[in-house]
């Protein structure tokens, strides 16, 4: 039986992007895991891109990590545009759900080992 989002939260609490799955499953997924999990050719083929540098102003701070936007592909996918200018990159559902990493999804990863 086919998971699909039945909503997907793209600013969700914490920091996260929140998905509700049509089997009653609920994901989140922190930006930065998911930005470092980006799908894209460039990204799968490269070594994960280093930390930025301190900022030579600290009181202004590092910009944080956040999509600006998301739009769906057809009915199988989510493009994510993020702030640091990447977007290249196609979410597949199927690809969200297996980087679920609540304790339901570990367990279940485990027995299937």
């Known amino acids: 039986m086919a998971v699909f989002?039945?909503?997907i939260k793209l600013l969700g609490d914490g920091g996260t992007l929140a998905i509700d799955w049509s089997d009653g499953h609920r994901s989140a997924y922190p930006y930065?895991?998911?930005?470092?999990?980006?799908?894209?050719?460039?990204?799968?083929?490269?070594?994960p891109?280093?930390?930025?540098?301190?900022?030579q102003l600290p009181m202004l701070g590092a910009k944080p990590l956040r999509p600006d936007r998301a739009e769906l592909v057809g009915r199988y996918a989510l493009q994510i545009f993020w702030n640091?200018?990447?977007?290249?990159?196609i979410y597949t559902f199927d690809y969200l759900r297996e980087l679920c990493f609540?304790?339901?999804?570990?367990?279940?990863?485990?027995?299937?080992i």
Do not use: V
Not at 84 to 89: A, L, R, V
């Open 32 to 47: 930065r895991y998911l930005r470092d999990r980006c799908p894209c050719a460039t990204c799968t083929d490269s070594e």
């Open 5 to 7: 989002p039945k909503t």
């Open 84 to 89: 640091d200018g990447h977007s290249s990159g």
């Open 49 to 55: 891109a280093p930390e930025p540098p301190p900022s």
């Open 102 to 112: 609540c304790d339901a999804c570990e367990a279940e990863l485990d027995h299937l």
